[in-house]
């Protein structure tokens, strides 16, 4: 069995140095044109008081996946804003993968949708709006 290369290019660069989302366990699974594949597994630090995963961690993972995306041409792009539809719980042990893709790309503004699952069940929908940044950020 040979190996898979890891993704290569500015978006996976910048997950590399991405310390937030190296601390919760994600990968980068692939990286294309507008598009990005990450994945995370819900550890027992990320449950709520309710015993299921915190939406918040749901929503950084769709997070990181649009970020790869948009940032997939090599353009220093960051998150002008962001929405999520929390559509099942997810719980301890569960694997989710974030598939952004971009919808939209107009001057310096993009939309992005990611679909956060779990196998194959849905559990998160999430739409990001990008701006690029001319020199990046600061």
């Given at each position: 069995m040979v190996a898979s290369e890891p993704p290569a290019g500015p978006?996976?660069?910048m997950f590399r140095a991405?310390?937030?989302s190296a601390d919760l366990g994600m990968e980068l699974l692939s990286v294309g044109d507008g598009t990005a594949v990450v994945r995370m597994t819900v550890a027992r630090s990320m449950l709520n008081g309710h015993g299921i995963g915190?939406?918040?961690y749901v929503f950084m993972l769709a997070d990181?996946?649009?970020?790869c995306a948009c940032n997939s041409r090599g353009e220093v792009t960051v998150a002008a804003g962001a929405d999520i539809s929390f559509v099942a719980p997810v719980r301890e042990g569960d694997v989710l993968t974030a598939v952004?893709?971009?919808r939209a790309s107009y001057?310096?503004?993009g939309i992005y949708d990611v679909t956060v699952r779990r196998g194959g069940d849905v559990v998160a929908e999430f739409r990001?709006?990008?701006r690029s940044v001319p020199g990046g950020p600061g």
């Open positions: 978006a996976a660069a991405d310390r937030a915190h939406g918040g990181t996946a649009f970020a952004a893709a971009e001057g310096r503004s990001g709006r990008s």
